[in-house]
């Protein structure tokens, strides 16, 4: 049976993720932008918090480790890269590193671009990928500290997983994706498609992630820029994939 995955709204507009396994009943929680309603759903399942991995500095994914430290003796799991920017961790990891939870394997894969540093968590025996602002819902994160050859080359490692897995981005930013990504793939049915979809479930305020890697592979501008239509429609037809990545993030930064 796969772990049981909780998808939780945080602050305005991020997520957060609990992991539990029901036969030892461990619970994992990926970032945590505010303690409240990840107590407040522990709580509500009678679950014990006994990890939690972080993928990134910043604040918003981060913000709220000391308050659920104060009631759940849980522990750290975060890169060894950027330990200087995080909380104390009690197990450092970075690129290619594996560990056990609920009796299944936790890849690690260093996905830097938006952050030096930045990992992403990947259950492949559950099908699930925390991608938090590397690969993200029709989108990808800004470039703050890395390079476009970075994220790129980050986003090579996600796409390369089985196409059922689950991408468990960070942030509700679909819909504001689907308006930018339609600019540079006009044409493509698919996302058409998805960008209705999107409409409907933001208008009943239903999230939009987690999504599938196989719709991000069809419709995400981030992951298609060696498709031969995108590449025409920036009159960069035949110009190497990551220069092409780099063209449609300095036009989403733009956007």
């Given at each position: 049976?796969?772990?049981?995955?909780?998808?939780?709204?945080?602050?305005?507009?991020?997520?957060?993720?609990?992991?539990?396994?029901?036969?030892?009943?461990?619970?994992?929680?990926?970032?945590?932008?505010?303690?409240?309603?990840?107590?407040?759903?522990?709580?509500?399942?009678?679950?014990?918090?006994?990890?939690?991995?972080?993928?990134?500095?910043?604040?918003?994914?981060?913000?709220?480790?000391?308050?659920?430290?104060?009631?759940?003796?849980?522990?750290?799991?975060?890169?060894?890269?950027?330990?200087?920017?995080?909380?104390?961790?009690?197990?450092?990891?970075?690129?290619?590193?594996?560990?056990?939870?609920?009796?299944?394997?936790?890849?690690?894969?260093?996905?830097?671009?938006?952050?030096?540093?930045?990992?992403?968590?990947?259950?492949?025996?559950?099908?699930?990928?925390?991608?938090?602002?590397?690969?993200?819902?029709?989108?990808?994160?800004?470039?703050?500290?890395?390079?476009?050859?970075?994220?790129?080359?980050?986003?090579?490692?996600?796409?390369?997983?089985?196409?059922?897995?689950?991408?468990?981005?960070?942030?509700?930013?679909?819909?504001?994706?689907a308006r930018f990504a339609v600019t540079i793939d006009p044409?493509?049915?698919?996302?058409?498609?998805?960008?209705?979809?999107?409409?409907?479930?933001?208008?009943?305020?239903?999230?939009?992630?987690?999504?599938?890697?196989?719709?991000?592979?069809?419709?995400?501008?981030?992951?298609?820029?060696?498709?031969?239509?995108?590449?025409?429609?920036?009159?960069?037809?035949?110009?190497?994939?990551?220069?092409?990545?780099?063209?449609?993030?300095?036009?989403?930064?733009?956007?």
């Open positions: 049976m796969p772990l049981e995955l909780v998808t939780l709204p945080a602050l305005s507009d991020n997520y957060t993720y609990l992991l539990h396994d029901s036969d030892s009943g461990d619970t994992a929680c990926i970032d945590v932008p505010e303690a409240k309603p990840i107590l407040d759903e522990l709580s509500l399942r009678g679950w014990r918090l006994t990890e939690i991995w972080l993928t990134h500095h910043h604040h918003d994914h981060i913000g709220g480790v000391d308050d659920l430290l104060a009631v759940h003796d849980a522990k750290i799991t975060g890169a060894k890269a950027d330990r200087h920017r995080l909380p104390p961790l009690n197990r450092e990891v970075e690129d290619g590193d594996r560990f056990e939870f609920g009796g299944e394997a936790i890849d690690v894969l260093d996905v830097s671009g938006h952050t030096l540093g930045h990992v992403a968590f990947v259950a492949k025996g559950s099908g699930y990928a925390f991608t938090a602002d590397s690969l993200m819902a029709l989108g990808c994160g800004r470039l703050f500290e890395g390079t476009a050859a970075q994220m790129w080359d980050s986003l090579q490692k996600l796409a390369a997983l089985a196409p059922d897995t689950l991408i468990c981005s960070g942030h509700e930013y679909t819909q504001a994706n044409d493509n049915p698919d996302l058409k498609a998805r960008v209705d979809r999107i409409s409907s479930l933001r208008d009943n305020n239903e999230p939009t992630v987690p999504s599938t890697l196989s719709d991000e592979a069809a419709t995400n501008p981030f992951l298609r820029a060696a498709d031969p239509a995108i590449q025409a429609h920036l009159d960069m037809l035949g110009a190497e994939p990551v220069d092409v990545f780099a063209e449609i993030r300095a036009r989403k930064d733009r956007f």
